[in-house]
């Protein structure tokens, strides 16, 4: 007998329109009925379509993570150093460079961290067993066992196993958030909706990994494994490239220039040694070497690595927690910010803020769930809540409610629906004890809600008698069945007219309308039935429920136009709410939003041009916010994006900085972003900017304050080499010095404060170099300083008759005491430092300076050392010209920067 499965096509989920396909097609597409497959047509679509679970990358190994760290031009010619070295029998010298090597890898090798897992995440959100439907019969199989055209039946609390056409609905709600972002469970139906509906509007489907939280239904499979929408983004997200941070980009092209520019020198130099003074190719390869290792910062890298991790420690005390190091430093580039809504700039708890009586309205004040806030009258003054109107609307919103509310430690938390939460909050607001008012007003009998009537409608009696019906819905199933609504004089004949234009100005606001209606009922009625709420209902009022923004959200939004950094805020809710809600957070531009249907519509350029005119958002997949974010980098913009669910995680990982949810994110989202939000909150994130560009800005100056260091004993070789002398300082000596005293001192600048104007200033230009002209003049002024006191000091201990041993000792600590006191000189750049905040303000580097004297006293006295860099112990008269050559650099530089302040006074 021929399989039915031969009939299916390919795995057609991808491109056919299942939600615009009435349920009779869709089985007849699938060759599948309401009893299920039978055992021989599941084996065929197994084989075919294979198990239903996503299929794992190809992880890097630690090998690979390690030899990754290798690929520098700088390493690469130190590398050649040390083998060169080894080769000409000095061990001691390429002992070490193979040392500083193998220290910057393991460092960077660290720093990496753990591989990437985000898509086992996603693997993880996968249902692990399955109701299903075959043969008529319906049993418990693993869900990776399914198949498309299999019959599968969901019920509350059940995460769907793959991507379900739904043939039968009883009530059922999904949550759906984690690839919509949509924060209210979604009602589900069984009729087809129009096929260019967005992900969001598919009210026929259920996605696989998304919560049923109420009801049940039964659906087909369409699709599964990497074929279902969660599959789909998990390959999206194993496509995404992962860009490079602005800094790892400017240290590479700073790596390959210096490099190529050192060995020019030093080729050109061990020529002219040749050539000019008539040295052996051995000792002019030596010093070759030598300048080699003086010119290059190998302590930079070192350096970069401890500023980015002090920045991490940081921010994590600001809530930002920084899952990759070079982020801390993208952090201070960034100039867009990408938002979702739900839970970030806003609260993530329902409230009521909006409540419309007849001829009268009302603002409600508050935050969350909070029951603590007031009623402001349309002059803006607090109104009294035990006044008719507001006492009769708050008694219902609690009465017909199945919510509740609990304290602990003064935070608030709802037991039930967000939106029967915000209710509860209202009746509380107006005076109201829950409890209390459930136990005078005990309820009798409920019609609970459902999608097919989409009102809730519950019958109470108090303890004298006395019955009252209440009801409460969508507005569009309260209003015909309502003949009056309640004034302060009593009920009055309804006026339809007045309650749709007021139903159109809360929406217009970005807020869910609920009604509220009740009618007395009869004392000795029991049961509540439909026919009693078909009709003679009078209209209590309006209540408009949004979910509020964050206040110190909208404070962060304005520091960061400040800042000069845009936000757009990019939502799964409908263009209406998002518009409203752009606009009460102050974001720009907001009343113009852009749809998914639209995005979808456009082509790379188009979008590129509308990305940058407009804010906001709403309805997008997860492939246009991946498309946004893109084309936001296109146009040369560093982009930060937040977000929470699965359908976050391929813009997260393609952003210069992905902003994961920690309290309500997907464990996706946080495997794909560089920093993880401890508090959900979108002041965090400009917290975290500003540590960012602090971080940027010490990291310059440790680059100041390094490089002359470089310079200076580069420079001190050439001379040598010059003037046919012998080098002042050995390879060894020069490490020694490049990776001891200097990383020690530029530490100290890593714990720099921010400075007062960070958050005034525009957003750095990634596309600048990373030495500006200024720096450049600087290093090489301060360089010129470093060699003539250490060249100078190392002519002048040989000219007295002291030993290379001794010569090379002076030189070695007149380096560092140069480096000592240009550290007082870079804490500012071109400020004075000559005052008490100057020159003790920063401890750490008071600390350091400590710590580098004793380590030079170990190099100078200690035998081993003596051994290990041939240094020799010095008398009391050569400290005193090391420490004066230190001095005079200093007061030299405090001049210069003295002479830049008043030849550039605008600039400082």
């Known amino acids: 007998m021929k399989s039915r499965a031969a009939h299916i096509p390919r795995h057609p989920a991808p491109e056919y329109q299942w939600h615009a396909t009435p349920t009779e097609q869709v089985l007849l597409q699938l060759d599948s009925r309401d009893s299920g497959l039978d055992s021989r047509e599941v084996e065929d679509r197994l084989r075919q379509y294979g198990p239903n679970r996503l299929n794992p990358p190809k992880a890097r190994s630690a090998l690979a993570r390690l030899l990754e760290q290798f690929r520098n031009v700088l390493i690469y010619v130190l590398l050649v150093a040390g083998l060169v070295t080894t080769a000409t029998g000095h061990l001691i010298d390429s002992g070490v460079i193979f040392g500083v090597v193998v220290i910057n890898a393991i460092i960077g090798f660290i720093q990496e961290g753990k591989a990437e897992r985000a898509l086992e995440a996603v693997r993880n959100m996968l249902s692990p067993q399955a109701m299903v439907i075959r043969e008529g019969k319906r049993f418990t199989v693993p869900a990776e066992d399914l198949v498309p055209g299999d019959m599968v039946f969901v019920q509350s609390g059940d995460r769907v196993p793959a991507d379900l056409r739904l043939v039968k609905i009883r009530n059922l709600r999904i949550d759906e958030a984690m690839l919509t972002g949509e924060s209210l469970p979604v009602e589900k139906q069984a009729e087809p909706v129009p096929g260019q509906a967005p992900l969001g509007d598919r009210s026929c489907m259920a996605y696989s990994g998304t919560l049923v939280t109420f009801g049940q239904g039964t659906g087909v499979v369409i699709a599964t494994s990497d074929h279902s929408e969660i599959g789909r983004i998990s390959v999206l997200l194993a496509q995404v490239q992962v860009l490079s941070t602005p800094l790892t980009r400017q240290m590479g092209e700073f790596a390959s220039r210096l490099s190529f520019a050192i060995l020019a020198i030093a080729l050109v130099a061990a020529l002219f040694g040749i050539l000019v003074h008539d040295k052996s190719l051995e000792e002019m390869f030596l010093s070759a070497v030598g300048l080699a290792v003086a010119a290059i910062p190998e302590g930079l890298p070192a350096i970069i690595t401890i500023t980015l991790a002090i920045g991490v420690q940081r921010m994590a005390g600001r809530n930002a927690i920084i899952r990759r190091l070079p982020a801390v430093e993208t952090l201070g580039s960034v100039d867009v910010i990408c938002s979702d809504k739900t839970g970030t700039l806003t609260r993530n708890e329902m409230m009521v803020q909006s409540l419309i009586f007849a001829g009268m309205s009302y603002e409600v004040t508050g935050n969350g769930y909070d029951p603590h806030g007031e009623f402001i009258d349309t002059e803006g003054n607090p109104a009294d809540p035990s006044n008719t109107l507001l006492a009769t609307c708050c008694r219902a919103a609690i009465l017909c409610n199945d919510a509740t509310l609990t304290e602990q430690k003064g935070s608030w938390s709802l037991h039930g629906d967000p939106m029967e939460g915000a209710l509860v909050v209202l009746g509380m607001k107006g005076g109201y004890e829950q409890s209390l008012l459930v136990e005078q007003m005990p309820r009798t009998d409920v019609i609970p809600f459902e999608s097919e009537h989409r009102f809730m409608a519950t019958l109470h009696h108090d303890h004298s008698g006395q019955g009252c019906i209440y009801i409460k819905g969508a507005t569009e199933a309260i209003l015909p069945r309502c003949s009056d609504h309640f004034t302060e004089n009593g009920p009055h004949p309804i006026e339809a007219d007045y309650w749709t234009a007021q139903t159109e100005r809360i929406a217009s606001r970005g807020q869910r309308t609920l009604a509220i209606a009740m009618r007395p009922a009869n004392p000795t009625q029991q049961v509540l039935n439909f026919k009693d709420v078909e009709g003679g209902l009078t209209l209590l009022g309006l209540v408009g429920i949004v979910d509020p923004p964050r206040q110190e959200a909208i404070e962060a939004i304005s520091r960061c136009y400040s800042a000069g950094i845009q936000v757009k805020m990019i939502t799964g809710d409908h263009a209406t709410t998002a518009s409203a809600i752009a606009e009460s957070m102050g974001i720009r531009d907001a009343k113009h939003t852009l749809t998914g249907a639209e995005l ?247 600390l350091a300076i400590g710590i580098v004297l004793m380590f030079q006293m170990l190099y100078t006295y200690l035998p081993l050392m003596q051994l290990f860099f041939q240094s020799a112990p010095l008398s009391a008269e050569a400290w005193l010209r090391i420490t004066a050559a230190g001095l005079l650099l200093f007061f030299l530089v405090e001049s210069e920067k003295m002479v830049i302040r008043k030849l550039f006074p605008q600039q400082h």
């Open 600 to 846: 979808e519509a456009m082509d790379d350029a188009n979008l590129q041009q509308q990305v940058l005119q407009n804010n906001v958002f709403a309805r997008t997949s997860p492939e246009q916010k991946l498309r946004l974010v893109k084309a936001l980098q296109e146009s040369g913009l560093v982009a930060a994006m937040t977000g929470d669910g699965v359908n976050d995680a391929p813009a997260l990982k393609r952003a210069d900085i992905g902003v994961a949810m920690g309290i309500k994110g997907s464990e996706t989202a946080k495997e794909s972003a560089e920093m993880v939000l401890a508090d959900d909150n979108f002041a965090s994130i400009v917290k975290a900017i500003e540590e960012g560009r602090t971080v940027y800005d010490n990291i310059k100056k440790s680059i100041m304050f390094i490089l002359p260091t470089n310079g200076g004993e580069a420079l001190t070789i050439l001379a040598a080499i010059a003037f046919g002398r012998l080098l002042p300082v050995t390879a060894a000596q020069i490490l020694w010095v490049n990776m001891i005293t200097a990383v020690t001192l530029a530490l100290a600048l890593a714990f720099e404060p921010a400075e007062n104007n960070i958050m005034q200033r525009p957003p750095r230009n990634t596309r600048d170099a990373l030495l500006s002209r200024f720096m450049v003049w600087r290093i090489l002024f301060v360089s010129v300083l470093m060699v003539a006191a250490t060249f100078g000091l190392f002519i002048w201990e040989r000219s007295g008759g002291a030993s290379i041993e001794v010569a090379r000792t002076v030189a070695v600590n007149t380096l560092v005491m140069a480096e000592i006191f240009y550290l007082f000189n870079t804490r500012y750049i071109t400020a004075s430092v000559l005052n008490r905040e100057g020159l003790l303000g920063n401890r750490n580097a008071l």
